[in-house]
């Protein structure tokens, strides 16, 4: 049986786990320029500190020691250190021509980890998701006041970063994750792109799916309601849907619920540890933040749970002990209509 048929299997069982946040992991680590840069790229002619995703070339044991405590507190998932492991967004330092061998190299660090501990735990199989985030450009909304028709970038650009980046790691990963998802249109792109490369490769692995409610309007940055986002990306039949980031679990929970009861498939959630406070860091306690999605578990939400920013192994083992006893949700039986969605959802029944 393979990982992934194990941890299908598992998915009828339990709630399963997500690992946490890999920038807070690694800002924890206070790392300087010089370590970002590394011997591989001393004489880089920009600044590259806050460049994460580079750290995969220039300081793997870094990588490495996050997948490994995340993974020793129970995740039964990590995702790969790849969130801006693009050309577009690896632009900002100048990197575009190296986004897809870090994005390689981040999958093969995943990758050796997970593998470890599932020799270690064969009843308890780790899988590797490769995560593909949101772009620093966005196709739905111009960055010029003045010109609301502009756009930075087209639907190509963003299509072609993606496959780039998903055939750099489509021989390391269990499944692709695309994540934090504030622009629609962009997670399109980033679909039409990990759909080619299953055509190129000759098969499919599992696709899965997270947008994100930027605040407590509760609706993505290009508009859309949870409703909306998921009309618009049902077509590609992911093995989960959910939400990440942005708000924190007490914020975020009609928003997960919402889901839950319009989703025909898995739903996994991984929200802030609380919301920021005035110096941008997460407080929010490990029991805390556990006990509130626990509470999600418990009421049939979810299958698949973890966090975002500010959470810590202790936050993903909170989770994880707080949640091994209870059934995992089961996915309703949607009755066929025709769904249309714009920022709203319209659905014409039969």
Same mark, same amino acid.
Request: glycine letters at 8%; hydrophobic letters at 40%; charged letters at 20%.
């Given at each position: 049986?393979?990982?992934?048929?194990?941890?299908?299997?598992?998915?009828?069982?339990?709630?399963?786990?997500?690992?946490?946040?890999?920038?807070?992991?690694?800002?924890?680590?206070?790392?300087?320029?010089?370590?970002?840069?590394?011997?591989?790229?001393?004489?880089?002619?920009?600044?590259?500190?806050?460049?994460?995703?580079?750290?995969?070339?220039?300081?793997?044991?870094?990588?490495?020691?996050?997948?490994?405590?995340?993974?020793?507190?129970?995740?039964?998932?990590?995702?790969?250190?790849?969130?801006?492991?693009?050309?577009?967004?690896?632009?900002?330092?100048?990197?575009?021509?190296?986004?897809?061998?870090?994005?390689?190299?981040?999958?093969?660090?995943?990758?050796?980890?997970?593998?470890? &501990? *599932?020799?270690?735990?064969?009843? /308890? !199989?780790? #899988? %590797?998701?490769?995560?593909?985030?949101?772009?620093?450009?966005? @196709?739905?909304?111009?960055?010029?006041?003045?010109?609301?028709?502009?756009?930075?970038?087209?639907?190509?650009?963003?299509?072609?970063?993606?496959?780039?980046?998903?055939?750099?790691?489509?021989?390391?990963?269990?499944?692709?994750?695309?994540?934090?998802?504030?622009?629609?249109?962009?997670?399109?792109?980033?679909?039409?792109?990990?759909?080619?490369?299953?055509?190129?490769?000759?098969?499919?692995?599992?696709?899965?799916?997270?947008?994100?409610?930027?605040?407590?309007?509760?609706?993505?940055?290009?508009?859309?309601?949870?409703?909306?986002? &998921? *009309?618009?990306?049902?077509?590609? /039949? !992911?093995? #989960? %849907?959910?939400?990440?980031?942005?708000?924190?679990?007490?914020? @975020?929970?009609?928003?997960?619920?919402?889901?839950?009861?319009?989703?025909?498939?898995?739903?996994?959630?991984?929200?802030?540890?609380?919301?920021?406070?005035?110096?941008?860091?997460?407080?929010?306690?490990?029991?805390?933040?556990?006990?509130?999605?626990?509470?999600?578990?418990?009421?049939?939400?979810?299958?698949?749970?973890?966090?975002?920013?500010?959470?810590?192994?202790?936050?993903?083992?909170?989770?994880?002990?707080?949640?091994?006893?209870?059934?995992?949700?089961?996915?309703?039986?949607?009755?066929?209509?025709?769904?249309?969605?714009?920022?709203?959802?319209?659905?014409?029944?039969?």
């Amino acid at each position: 049986m393979s990982v992934w048929e194990q941890i299908e299997k598992s998915m009828q069982e339990r709630v399963l786990i997500l690992d946490g946040a890999m920038g807070t992991m690694l800002q924890g680590m206070q790392l300087t320029e010089e370590d970002f840069r590394g011997k591989q790229y001393a004489d880089w002619p920009s600044l590259v500190q806050g460049n994460n995703d580079l750290l995969s070339i220039t300081k793997p044991d870094a990588i490495t020691e996050v997948h490994n405590r995340f993974l020793e507190v129970g995740a039964d998932f990590i995702e790969t250190n790849t969130f801006n492991a693009n050309r577009i967004s690896q632009a900002d330092y100048g990197m575009e021509d190296i986004a897809v061998d870090i994005a390689e190299v981040a999958a093969k660090i995943a990758r050796a980890v997970a593998d470890e &501990w *599932t020799a270690k735990t064969p009843n /308890k !199989p780790r #899988a %590797v998701l490769g995560a593909l985030g949101p772009l620093s450009r966005t @196709l739905s909304l111009s960055p010029k006041v003045e010109d609301p028709g502009y756009r930075a970038v087209s639907f190509d650009e963003v299509a072609d970063a993606y496959r780039e980046q998903a055939l750099a790691m489509f021989d390391y990963v269990d499944g692709f994750l695309v994540e934090t998802i504030f622009d629609t249109l962009n997670c399109k792109a980033a679909i039409f792109a990990i759909k080619d490369v299953f055509v190129e490769k000759g098969r499919e692995i599992p696709l899965l799916i997270s947008g994100t409610i930027t605040d407590k309007s509760g609706r993505t940055l290009s508009g859309q309601t949870t409703e909306a986002f &998921w *009309t618009s990306i049902a077509h590609a /039949k !992911p093995f #989960a %849907v959910g939400l990440n980031c942005a708000l924190g679990a007490e914020e @975020l929970r009609p928003y997960v619920q919402a889901l839950s009861k319009i989703s025909d498939t898995y739903v996994l959630a991984y929200p802030n540890a609380g919301l920021p406070n005035a110096f941008g860091e997460y407080d929010q306690s490990a029991e805390e933040m556990s006990s509130l999605v626990a509470e999600w578990a418990g009421e049939g939400m979810v299958n698949i749970l973890g966090g975002c920013c500010g959470s810590t192994p202790q936050h993903i083992e909170a989770i994880a002990k707080s949640t091994a006893d209870i059934t995992p949700r089961t996915p309703p039986t949607i009755e066929p209509a025709l769904r249309l969605s714009g920022l709203e959802p319209f659905a014409l029944a039969g």
